[in-house]
């Protein structure tokens, strides 16, 4: 009869066996490494503020309204709402007067993204901050 530290033993090497296990560990594997892979590895739009203060949020108005953003740094505006229109608000963040964030979008077929619309920094309220700008010199966004 085995003992219990055979028997967990053999359980831990079933459990690893299992294919569904396997195949959802991997494919959430995957899915993490691609993402990172976009967001480091490709050029992003730099939004610097300008506005002599300190600002909450950013709105940016994208020709296009399906897409995956990203941020660098990671998570600076804690909330992201996207209209379906090709309008993102980010909000609950903080970028500090000369400070900056970049923003990368991909579609859903991986192409970049890179034509802005316009694009303005908000205080908490969502109240906009200094301009709005027309488009962004790529990928500097700190004036039109």
């Known amino acids: 009869m085995p003992d219990n530290k055979t ?4 359980e831990r090497t079933n459990r690893m066996k299992n294919p569904k296990t396997t195949s959802v560990l991997v494919g959430l594997g995957l899915v993490l490494v691609v993402a990172y892979g976009y967001a480091q590895g490709s ?8 506005t ?3 600002v909450s ?18 998570n600076t505006f804690g909330n992201v709402q996207k209209d379906g229109r090709g309008g993102v608000d980010l909000s609950s963040g903080t970028v500090a007067a000369g ?7 991909i579609n859903r077929d991986e192409v970049d993204i890179r034509n802005i619309r316009t694009w303005w920094w908000t205080d908490g309220s969502g109240i906009l901050v200094g301009q709005t700008h027309n488009g ?9």
């Open 99 to 105: 400070g900056s964030v970049q923003i990368y979008v």
């Open 7 to 10: 028997k967990t033993n053999k």
């Open 57 to 74: 949020g950013l709105h940016i108005q994208y020709n296009i309204g399906s897409f995956f953003l990203y941020q660098n740094p990671a």
């Open 136 to 144: 962004c010199r790529n990928p500097d966004c700190t004036s039109p």
């Open 43 to 50: 050029t992003a739009n730099t939004f610097i503020n300008n």
């Open 52 to 54: 002599g203060q300190t």
